[in-house]
């Protein structure tokens, strides 16, 4: 039975599909050190702004 | 003045004139909310850019210290966020955090313009919070940056990799990454300025400005099309 274009699988350009990934799992890292460092500032542990 | 101080001009006009492209789309794309909020946030950018610049080129004035507070220091990343906030979240959370965010700047107003000041307690060239003597003031920017970050840039990000896991839209995969980065910028930079690496802040928000911009561009155009074209109608 041929495969309707739906049902086909969609890929990003190969160089996209291996850095976006990792792009987006840094940048979770990013935002979860940066929320610790806001957090931090006015508890002493940073200097502050 | 150094070339740093310059810096803080440029990254106002870049904020500027992102504000106005986000403004002209909103006016010619049925008003949605979430780019009156973008174009008022990236207005905010501008304001503490522009008072940074004052600063730098004029000197110490309590009136352009507290414009930089106000704008730059507490409501700017917040603005931007509740954008996201609009674009993102059903409409009658959105209304009710838009309510919260608004009582909230109007305290700050408040605060910030009643607050006692002393500049000699400023160490650097850079303005810095450590002005404010008050109490009660300078505990309001944790608040509005966490709400804003987490806001816009997991908003950011969270598009990204839903567009990403359906792998359509690579314009907006991409644009959203850039934005999220771009928006992460000068909180970085602010965090390096503290542990005295001079001039990180200007140029943390000039990059913030620019890489938010070109986000800005990419996600509202296609692959294959130039961004600087004007921009065909699209979902946004």
Not at chain 1, 20 to 27: Q, S, V, Y
Not at chain 1, 31 to 49: A, K, R
Not at chain 2, 197 to 220: D, H, K, W
Request: aromatic share 14%.
């Amino acid at each position: 039975m041929k495969k309707s274009p739906s049902s086909k699988k969609r890929s990003y350009p190969a160089a996209y599909e291996r850095a976006i990934p990792w792009i987006i799992g840094i940048m979770v890292l990013a935002v979860i050190i940066l929320v610790i460092i806001i957090v931090s500032v006015p508890l002493g542990f940073f200097p502050g702004g | 003045m150094t070339f740093i101080t310059y810096l803080p001009f440029i990254s106002s006009v870049v904020s500027f004139a992102f504000a106005a492209t986000v403004l002209k789309r909103y006016i010619d794309h049925h008003r949605r909310p979430h780019l009156l909020l973008w174009g008022i946030g990236m207005i905010f950018y501008g304001i503490g850019g522009l008072m940074e610049g004052l600063h730098g080129a004029f000197g110490w004035n309590a009136l352009v210290f507290r414009l930089w507070y106000l704008f730059g220091a507490i409501l700017v990343a917040a603005w931007l966020g509740q954008g996201t906030v609009y674009l993102l979240a059903k409409r009658r959370l959105a209304h009710a955090l838009m309510i919260l965010l608004g009582l909230g700047s109007l305290f700050a107003v408040w605060r910030v313009f009643g607050a006692t000041l002393d500049p000699t307690l400023m160490t650097g060239g850079e303005l810095s919070g450590h002005a404010i003597t008050s109490g009660g003031v300078r505990i309001l920017t944790p608040f509005f940056n966490l709400y804003g970050t987490i806001a816009l840039v997991g908003g950011a990000i969270w598009s990204a990799w839903l567009f990403w896991r359906k792998r359509v839209l690579l314009h907006r995969t991409i644009g959203n990454i850039l934005i999220a980065i771009g928006a992460m910028s000068p909180a970085f930079g602010g965090a390096f300025s503290r542990f005295g690496l001079g001039g990180a802040l200007y140029i943390s928000e000039l990059l913030g400005a620019v890489i938010m911009f070109i986000g800005f561009l990419r996600a509202i155009t296609p692959m294959g099309e130039s961004m600087t074209a004007p921009a065909a109608a699209s979902a946004e």
